[in-house]
T-cell receptor, first 112, second 112 residues
Framework: DAGVTQSPTHLIKTRGQQVTLRCSPK?????VSWYQQALGQGPQFIFQ???????QRGNFPDRFSGHQFPNYSSELNVNALLLGDSALYLC???????????FGPGTRLTVL | DAKTTQPPSMDCAEGRAANLPCNHS???????VYWYRQIHSQGPQYIIH???NNETNEMASLIITEDRKSSTLILPHATLRDTAVYYC?????????????FGAGTRLFVKA
């Protein structure tokens, strides 16, 4: 039984570019949440998707957007990248909005 | 804002019990206490969670005070592989979705 998977594992972009990160939830899970973790800090909640809709959002600008597909997989898009967007981006899935979240290995984004 | 307070770091001798405290004095009635750990920039690993009763699984025990304002995660026989950052989180419903707010966590060092 595959756990949460994320792609790519590492990514290097330059300022002003756009990036798309991908997440496949654990089998049987229908809810996906995204987090940003800067070096030395705890993960920060970006948003949560359920039934292909954004259900909850953290304190992130509109440059951060997402999508959930009918197969429950999800994408995180970040536009107009800033140096401060460099971080580990984590995806977590759960069997519903309320249930325990399980995290993927993350995507390390470096913005130069 | 983080709703939990944890000591920034703790030491534990290998083979001894590690007791990690967490204060969550503003916890609401429908909020659960969750514990995760993160080893060297991997995705956070779920450990255990509870509402008001003490819980035990194969990894750890969770002791929640009767007033639910604090809890303790117990690793009964710590090993070197338990060296990690441990996050205590309170999690509940917020207008249609669930936010998970991480604090800075406790960095546990298990020493031989």
């Amino acid at each position: 039984d595959a756990g949460v998977t994320q792609s790519p594992t590492h990514l290097i972009k330059t300022r002003g570019q756009q990036v798309t990160l991908r997440c496949s939830p654990k089998s049987g899970h229908d809810t996906v949440s995204w987090y940003q973790q800067a070096l030395g800090q705890g993960p920060q909640f970006i948003f949560q998707y359920y039934e292909e809709e954004e259900r909850q959002r953290g304190n992130f600008p509109d440059r951060f957007s997402g999508h959930q597909f009918p197969n429950y997989s999800s994408e995180l898009n970040v536009n107009a990248l800033l140096l401060g967007d460099s971080a580990l981006y984590l995806c977590a899935s759960s069997s519903n909005l309320a249930d325990t979240q399980y995290f993927g290995p993350g995507t390390r984004l470096t913005v130069l | 804002d983080a709703k939990t307070t944890q000591p920034p770091s703790m030491d534990c001798a290998e083979g001894r019990a590690a007791n990690l405290p967490c204060n969550h004095s503003t916890i609401s009635g429908n909020e659960y206490v969750y514990w995760y750990r993160q080893i060297h920039s991997q995705g956070p690993q779920y450990i255990i969670h509870g509402l008001k009763n003490n819980e035990t699984n194969e990894m750890a025990s969770l002791i929640i005070t009767e007033d639910r304002k604090s809890s303790t995660l117990i690793l009964p026989h710590a090993t070197l592989r338990d060296t990690a950052v441990y996050y205590c989180i309170v999690r509940g419903s917020h207008t249609g979705g669930f936010k998970t707010i991480f604090g800075a966590g406790t960095r546990l060092f298990v020493k031989a």
